[in-house]
Each structure stands twice: as C-alpha cells, then as structure tokens.
C-alpha cells in the first residue's frame, strides 16, 4: 500500500534557493536537487508547458541537475537553453504535422521525424541554443536505451559538441519502427528512453540525488497498459532485428513502470507535478494542435500552482 507523501521537502528548497538566489557552484546548503521529466511522445506538451512555468517562475538556477526520458529530454533542453517561455510555436499545427506522420508508414518513412525535429525544427523553425544548453551549469542528463543491453544510460559523458548533443537527442528520442532505427552515439546504439526508463528518477537518485521534483506527462489515474498480443510482435520482431538487447526490457515495462510509480509515490524527497484529472488523454502520435495547446497551458498552469504556495507573492508575479 502506497502512503501519502506531499514532497514539502522538495518545495521548500526549491523556495529557499530561489529567496537566496542561489546557484550551481554557489550554494548555502549540500542538498542535490533534480529535475525529472517524464518522456511520452506528443504527452511531452504537458511538460513543455510545465517547463515554461519554471522558466518563468525563475527556478532554473535552483536546480543541480536536469534529467530527461524522450520528449522530456527534449523539454529539459528547452529549459536549460533558456528558451522554454518562447517556444510554443514547436506546437503549432504546421510544425506537429510535418514531425508527426501516420501516413509517412505506408511508404516506409518515419512516422515521427526526430532529425527532422532536432536539426530542422530545433534550428531554423524554433531554434534552440544548444550551446547555451552545453555552457550551463545546470548538467544536462539525457537518457538512452542501449539497444545491445536494453539498459537505461546517461548519455551526459557524451555531450561534448552541438553534434553530439544533437545525436543525443535523437537517441532519447528513438521511438521503435515509429521513428529511426537506433542512433549510435560514443560507440553504442540507443533507442528511445521510454522503453527503459520513461520517468528517470532511480538514475538521478543514483547519481546523489537528495531531492527530485518529477514532471510527469499522465494523470494520476491513467496508467501504463500492456501493449496488444499484434503489438507485441510486431515490436519483438523489429527490436530482435534491430536492438536485441532491448526484447526483454519491452516484455517487462509495464511492471517496471509499476515499480517505479510505488517508488515516486512513497519517497519523502520527490515531488510530483501530474497533469490534472479530466486533463485529456493523448496518445504518442497525437496531431491535434488545439489539444496539444491546451495541454501546454494546463501543464504551465499546474506547475505554477504547485509551487505558488511556497514562492513569495514577487516571485509568483515575475
């Protein structure tokens, strides 16, 4: 049985580095906090929206460290370059149509277009300053799924250059048959961080992590399923071919994320933000901008909601 946690621990340093204005390299205490953010495809703009919220709310420099699963790496670059509040337009329907593409399967292309994303959308559409995201001393911590062992990875110790970071987040972004097949990155193939991983917290806590506030993507009532008997061959078939190591890990997830669901629910030190309940539903490759907007906003109000309460009333205006 899970027992209630309110994560106050959480707030109140996020609300104590913010009063003192503190920064990485600078800190009156010895606390390591985390941010989590979850993965889930087209989810991702509930924790887009929820990043904005901590750009404005400005709580950057509060945290040590910034770790990502899928679109939530993605969402977490947004962060750290800076840019989180100014990019909306990534959501707009001539872009979200032209990343995401059902009928792109029926000639074989990629159903979701992660190069397209990263080097198109990211540089010349909505450009994000990937060499901010380098330069901060907030760490950045993209994850992969190492298609030979199906294990969660850091790909942080490969983030030398705008390429590599490039790669990376085509890597944490590799959805199976959906988009590429695996990206390689420092002599190793990943896929999509989803299958190993999709909320990152066990890693950050791993890393030293003494308190972890989590962006999450699903309500508190919408679980992950199985996948279908015909999905699940047709998922086995291509990673047997493609990443064999990850067959297992897919087999698997869904009690992984059930362990980790207990584990975000009862540790004293990880705050959660969720979309609320009787926020809409949406699926991986969700195309409707207007429900993807709507989302953004909601995720953006939540957070700020959830934070207000220990941000003094200056802090919460700015």
Not at 26 to 42: I, K, T, W
Not at 134 to 144: E, K
Not at 254 to 281: C, I
């Amino acid at each position: 049985m899970s027992r209630s946690v309110d994560g106050s621990a959480v707030a109140e340093l996020i609300a104590r580095r913010r009063a003192a204005g503190s920064a990485p390299g600078a800190r009156a205490d010895d606390a390591r906090l985390a941010l989590v953010v979850e993965g889930g495809s087209a989810r991702g703009a509930y924790s887009h929206g929820m990043v904005m919220a901590l750009e404005e709310l400005g709580l950057v420099d509060c945290f040590d460290a910034v770790y990502g699963s899928s679109a939530g790496a993605l969402n977490g670059a947004w962060l750290l370059c800076g840019r989180a509040r100014h990019s909306e337009r990534a959501w707009h329907p001539d872009v979200v149509r032209r990343v995401i593409s059902p009928a792109r399967m029926l000639w074989g292309g990629r159903v979701v277009d992660t190069p397209y994303l990263v080097h198109s959308v990211y540089g010349h559409i909505v450009p994000m300053d990937f060499p901010a995201i380098l330069a901060n001393p907030v760490t950045f911590h993209p994850i992969g799924t190492d298609a030979a062992t199906g294990a969660a990875v850091d790909l942080h110790p490969h983030l030398t250059d705008v390429a590599a970071l490039q790669r990376a987040l085509r890597a944490t972004t590799c959805l199976p048959i959906l988009a590429e097949h695996p990206v390689e990155l420092g002599g190793r193939r990943y896929v999509d961080a989803g299958l190993a991983e999709p909320v990152p917290v066990r890693t950050a806590l791993a890393q030293g992590a003494t308190h972890v506030l989590v962006l999450r993507t699903r309500r508190a009532d919408e679980k992950a399923s199985a996948p279908s008997g015909l999905e699940n061959r047709i998922v086995t078939r291509f990673l047997t071919r493609h990443a064999p190591g990850v067959v297992d890990t897919w087999l698997t997830r869904v009690a992984v994320h059930a362990r980790d669901e207990e584990l975000m629910a009862t540790h004293p030190a990880v705050l959660q933000v969720r979309p609320p309940l009787g926020a809409p539903t949406i699926g991986r490759v969700a195309r409707d901008s207007r429900t993807l907007l709507q989302a953004l906003a909601i995720g953006r109000a939540t957070t700020a909601d959830a934070l207000a309460p220990y941000l003094p009333a200056a802090t919460r205006a700015s």
